[in-house]
């Protein structure tokens, strides 16, 4: 971007610059909040990180709002004032983590070997201490922000963000960009303009029970019966459209001698179009029991949809 006056961005080099001047400043933020633990099943510990957030925010003049959550953190909207008014650009992020109440015992945050080491350094409390400087560097190159800017950190998106997706959504939509600020692609620090969506499925699989040697025959192995739909299931892996599907736990039986009764498969489904979810979410739940004496329940479906790389993502990554 380029501009004159008090609305002008500083040259490249200088922006650059900027961020490694603080550098140090950068580290001591992203620790400061990776000693907060904020695991996403523990809703008082992640609350202590958004008040801390929130502090951080309104300080750099932002207008905080706390969306209430029942059994998570409360999700945090912060909204900063544009001179120009329009619709703001969106920074998404989430403050939960996957590490348990603790790991900071055994995983001290620390400088070592070049790297920023603890537990959500990368996924993703480095990418919020990025908009803490990136908001920053904007209030002191501008007099006024020239456009609005909102911040939403929600603190389920480890666990799937089925409290905070409708408010996601509703601020996806009345916002001209969204930049998300999770972990770049590989060490060269990539954006990520393609993203696959993401689905889970469970499969059971009911027989019936019997005495492997008394009464083998009378028995029907939902243990087969699942082998049987997860060779079937394979089948739907298409490379080329990026279409996968991963059984990734199976469980079934109860002792060696008795014929299993129950067997369960769960399935992590990924999609690189939308109009694959359709296809593959009817291809699973039509399957059929090889063995008319076995019943199949399919559960689950897909929980994100596919980012893909149109021609609004491409122009909003070179302006970017």
Known sequence: MSGSGKDAWPEAVNRSSYF?????????????????????????????LSAFLAKKFEALGGQIRFHKS????????????????????????????????GTLANMPCRVADGRLWGPGVLDMKSGIALMLTAIDVLRATHSDLPHPITVLLVSDEEVGSDSSRHITENLAKQSA????????????????????????????ATGQAAHSGLDFEKGASAIVELAKQITKISQMVD????????????????????????ATAVLDVRIAKMKDATAIDRKLRALKPFNRKCKLKIDGGMNRPPMERTAGVAALYKKA
């Not at 400043?25 to 510990?45: F, G, H, T, Y």
């Open 70 to 101: 029942s059994n998570f953190g409360d999700h945090l909207q912060v909204d900063f004032a544009g001179k120009r008014g329009g619709k703001p650009a969106l920074l998404l992020g989430h403050y939960d983590t996957v590490y348990p109440l």
């Open 177 to 204: 960009a969204v930049l998300v600020l999770e972990p770049s692609y590989g060490l060269n620090g990539a954006v990520k303009t393609v993203r696959k969506g993401v689905g889970e499925y469970t499969i059971k």
């Open 239 to 262: 490379l080329k459209r990026g279409l996968t599907v991963n059984v990734g736990r199976v469980q079934g039986g109860t002792r060696v001698n008795v014929v299993p009764a129950e």
């Open 20 to 48: 490694e001047e603080r550098k140090d400043d950068i580290v001591e933020c992203i620790r400061q909040l990776v000693e907060i633990e904020s695991p996403s099943d523990n809703k008082q510990a992640a609350d202590r």
